[in-house]
């Protein structure tokens, strides 16, 4: 059998088409997610770009890569590894469509009436009663098994996907494609376990027992969103004082929170609405578009600090950079950039200028507490996913998933979320990866710039250097450059271990 050949001008006319499909896919995930379309549209849009999943294609950039070096091969590798995540869509697109449609059209039913699936998760964090938390998260579950069955096709069409591309199984696809260290991630992870075990358990247990009256082996996973919600605090996190804030905050760097007209803020109320913050990157850096429905309250605030850090990185992209290093390369890049502004709400020279309230101290304790589960949860994530996509999909991967997350958080988790609470593409790693930067980051822009760097136009221009290159640069590339070691969690535990001393 011949296998086919590309010449460049074939290359770059799939490159242009490539880019199209991109921005349709985000255009329409913008539609759904902002209450402003009743259905997603991922069939048909693979229809139009048939073309592109092609598993000739992606062996043929593989083996271009390999002859190349510097940008050319960065470009090669990027668009493959983009090619090869399109064999995997194009084969779990309709489950998709009908997975964004089962959670958009779900309703939960209690005792005492009901209301949108999205919806419940609101509900559930404000819900101060223990027993009606456990009767909400049991309504969600009647929703999680109808999802379940969809969620274990789309991992089984993924590990499909991986040896249809040549791969011996999923973990070496992702590690290949996306050139992501998991055995280094793992051991960071490992560590920053180990040397927070002591820490976690003082703080966590304290702040179950001081906020929900129980001990932390009590305690579920449907508890935390409350134990989090802290509606005490909302006078600091005003609805009304969000945005004015945020653009006050960006205009102290020097920088425009709408970069030029690039960014633009979705704020009005539609029922549909999803009530966290996103972004969508329809073009980069042309138009990008930052969602949010704001409630009021601290978890609104650190959604939409997190999505103005990917705005601000995607909204000052140099346009004239390559398709595949404005959209495509490493996401731990993006994410990086989106901790690091969501982290000045943990900042205490920042909270003290931009949100001073006699609460502050209290806070700061209680979202660091926070930072440090989330932390412990997504190591955890890692350890389960690892498990998960080593071989077959069996009932056992559920009891694991539990187990894994229970002995990390103390916190007991439920078998029936193990396949909806997954990052695909081993995405949990990127995060982790992002938040050891970003702490490294931060550190040096304190030690470059001071500790109110944050309204110094040096560090605003320092940023904006290295959201230009939009991700040219893988974030083992950029540590690299900035002196950083790879994967290393100290920064984060010092971190950690300071703001929670005494």
């Known amino acids: 059998m011949l296998r086919r050949t590309y010449n460049p001008g074939d290359l770059d006319a799939m490159r242009g088409r490539a880019e199209a499909f991109a921005t349709e896919l985000v255009t329409d995930a913008y539609r759904t997610r902002a209450g402003l379309a009743d259905a997603s549209s991922i069939t048909a849009i693979y229809a139009r770009y048939a073309d592109l999943p092609d598993k000739t294609l992606f062996a043929h950039l593989r083996g271009e890569a390999e002859r190349l070096d510097g940008d050319a091969r960065r470009r090669t590798e990027y668009f493959a590894a983009f090619i090869g995540r399109l064999v995997a869509g194009a084969l779990t697109k309709e489950l998709v469509d009908k997975q964004n449609a ?11 009436g009901h209301e949108p699936y999205r919806r419940s998760a609101v509900t559930l964090a404000n819900e ?3 027993n009606r938390r456990r009767t909400i998260a049991a309504a969600q579950h009647v929703v999680v098994k109808k999802l379940t069955p969809i969620a274990r096709r789309i991992v089984a069409h993924h590990h499909h996907a991986a040896r249809e591309l040549g791969f011996a199984g999923y973990r070496e696809a992702i590690e290949q494609m996306g050139r992501l260290d998991l055995g280094a991630v793992h051991v ?18 304290a702040v179950v027992a001081e906020r929900l009256g129980q001990s932390l082996d009590e305690t579920a996973a449907c508890d935390l969103p409350h134990l989090w919600r802290a509606p005490e605090f909302d006078p600091m996190f005003d609805a009304a004082r969000l945005v004015p804030t945020a653009e006050h905050a960006v205009r102290a760097l020097g920088l425009d929170i709408y970069a030029g007209g690039c960014i633009h803020l979705d704020v009005e109320p539609r029922p549909r609405k999803a009530p966290r913050a996103f972004t969508a990157a329809i073009e980069i850096p042309g138009r990008v578009m930052l969602v949010i429905a704001p409630a009021g309250g601290q978890n609104d605030w650190r959604a939409f600090f997190h999505e103005l850090g990917h705005a601000l990185h995607f909204g000052h992209t140099d346009a004239t950079l390559d398709f595949e290093f ?3 390369g490493d996401n731990s890049v993006t994410e990086a950039y989106a901790f690091l502004v969501e982290h000045l709400l943990l900042d205490k ?31 955890a994530k890692l350890d389960y996913e690892l498990v998960l996509h080593d071989g077959a999909l069996d009932e056992e991967k559920a009891a694991v998933y539990a187990d894994t997350l229970s002995r990390a958080t103390r916190v007991s988790y439920d078998p029936a979320d193990s396949l909806i609470d997954v990052d695909h ?11 050891f ?20 136009r040096e560090a605003g221009e320092f940023l904006r250097s290295l959201w230009e290159e939009g991700q040219r640069l893988r974030l083992d590339e950029i540590e690299t450059r900035l002196g ?19």
């Open 128 to 130: 101060p009663d223990r």
């Open 437 to 456: 930067f970003e702490a490294n980051l931060s550190a040096r822009l304190h030690d470059q710039f001071g500790p109110n760097w944050f309204a110094t």
């Open 484 to 502: 950083f070691a790879t994967a290393d969690p100290t920064a984060l535990i010092t971190r950690l271990t300071a703001a929670l001393a005494g």
């Open 425 to 435: 593409g081993f995405y949990c790693a990127r995060y982790l990866r992002a938040w």
């Open 188 to 205: 960071a992870t490992r560590r920053f376990l180990a040397e927070t075990e002591t820490l976690y358990e003082r703080e966590m247990s």
């Open 102 to 112: 089962i959670e958009t059209d779900a309703e939960v039913v209690y005792p005492w």
């Open 326 to 328: 404005r959209r495509l």
């Open 349 to 379: 020279t920042f909270v003290a200028e931009y949100l001073p309230h006699e609460l502050a101290s209290r806070f700061l304790r209680l979202a660091h507490r926070a930072l440090l589960w989330m932390l412990r949860r997504y190591c």
